[in-house]
C-alpha cells in the first residue's frame, strides 16, 4: 500500500481524504509538479520547486514551504515508499477548503498532497506516433495547473487515432508543444523548440535537453516553428518527466522523413542515459 503525504502527516493512500469543498476538486485551483526519479536522484529537483513557485506565484497562492522542507518531504515520500523499479513524484498544492464562490479569500490553509508512483520503462527506440491538433488551451499555459481538462481531451484524441500516443498543438499555424510534452523538430541539422512564453510549459524536461546538445556542440535554437516545418523535418521530438525524450516517427497520416528513428535522437538518447547515471557531467 502507498504512503502518501497530506497536509503534515503521512498516511496509506486508500486513508487520504480531502474536503469535497477543497478548491482543487471544485475550481481546479490548483498547482502540481511531476518529477522523474534516476537511480534514486530526484531529477533536477530545484528547477522543480522553482517552477512551482512560480506556479504558485502566478496564482498568488503563498508557498507553505521552504525549498529545504519540499526536499524533506519528497525524501521522506520516497523511504516510506521503498522500490527497486524507476519512480516519479507527484506534488500538488491547492488553494486550500472554502465554499464554493469564484472569488478566493487570501488566508486559505492550502492543501499540499505528495506522492510517488512506480513507472514502466517505455522502450522508445521503435519510435512514437503523434496526431495534430488546434491549441484549443488558454494563453497561460506557463503555469502548471491541474485545470487539465483539455489536455485530458487531446490525449483521449490522440490514443483514438490508431493508437498515437501525443497530440501536438497548433496555434496560429506554429506548433506549441504536445498536449504533456515539448517539441522539438529537427532540420537540416538545427533543432528547434518553441519560445518559453505563455504558449507552452516551461519543461525540466526541455531545458535540460538543450544543455545537453550544448555540451554534445549541437545547433539549437528557441524560436517559433511553423506547422510547416513539422510537416517537412528530418527528426521530431517530444520531452517530458514522464516519457524523457521520445523520437516521433509518425505525424498524423505521414511518416516524419523515413519513418525511422533518425541518427540525431540516438546521440541525444545516448547523452539523456549518461546524464541519468552521471548528473555531474554537465557541470
Ligand atoms: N507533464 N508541456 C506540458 C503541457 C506538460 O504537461 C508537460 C509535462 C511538459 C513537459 O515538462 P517536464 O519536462 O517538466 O515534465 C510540457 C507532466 C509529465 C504531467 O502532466 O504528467
Known amino acids: 500500500m502507498s504512503i502518501v503525504y497530506l497536509n503534515g502527516e503521512f498516511l496509506p493512500v486508500t486513508e487520504a481524504r480531502v474536503s469535497v469543498l ?24 530545484q528547477e522543480h520547486l522553482q517552477r512551482l513557485n ?6 498568488a497562492i503563498a508557498n ?9 518531504i519528497l525524501t521522506d515520500v520516497l523511504k516510506k515508499n521503498p522500490s527497486n523499479s524507476s ?4 506534488m500538488q498544492v491547492t488553494r486550500g477548503v472554502s465554499d464554493r464562490e469564484h472569488l478566493h479569500m487570501n488566508d486559505l490553509q492550502p492543501t499540499v498532497f505528495v506522492m510517488s508512483r512506480e513507472v514502466r520503462e517505455q522502450d522508445l527506440a521503435p519510435g512514437v506516433k503523434v496526431i495534430t491538433h488546434e491549441d484549443i488551451r488558454w494563453d497561460y499555459c506557463h503555469i502548471k495547473t491541474t485545470a487539465l481538462l483539455a489536455n485530458v481531451m487531446l490525449k483521449r484524441k490522440a490514443n483514438d487515432a490508431d493508437g498515437a500516443v501525443e497530440t501536438i498543438l497548433i496555434r496560429d499555424g506554429m506548433v506549441t508543444e504536445g498536449a504533456a510534452s515539448n517539441v522539438f523538430v529537427v532540420k537540416n ?11 507552452v510549459l516551461p519543461g525540466i524536461t526541455r531545458d535540460l535537453l538543450l544543455e545537453l546538445l550544448d555540451y554534445a556542440g549541437i545547433q539549437y535554437s528557441e524560436d517559433s ?17 514522464s516519457m524523457g525524450v521520445a523520437p516521433v516517427v509518425r505525424v498524423d497520416e505521414r511518416d516524419v522523413a523515413d519513418g525511422k528513428t533518425g541518427p540525431m535522437w540516438k546521440k541525444v538518447d545516448q547523452l539523456f542515459k549518461e546524464f541519468k547515471s552521471n548528473p555531474g557531467m554537465l557541470k
Open 64 to 72: 507553505p514551504f521552504s525549498e529545504s522542507q519540499w526536499q524533506q
Open 225 to 241: 516553428v511553423p506547422v510547416s516545418d513539422l510537416e517537412s523535418a528530418d527528426e521530431v521530438w517530444l520531452t517530458s518527466s
Open 189 to 199: 541539422s538545427t533543432v528547434v523548440t518553441a519560445r518559453k512564453d505563455g504558449s
Open 87 to 90: 519512480r516519479s513524484l507527484y
Open 22 to 45: 477543497d478548491r482543487g476538486f471544485t475550481f481546479a485551483d490548483s498547482v502540481y509538479e511531476v518529477i522523474p526519479v534516476y537511480n534514486e536522484n530526484i531529477f533536477r529537483v
Open 54 to 59: 512560480n506556479s504558485l506565484n502566478a496564482i
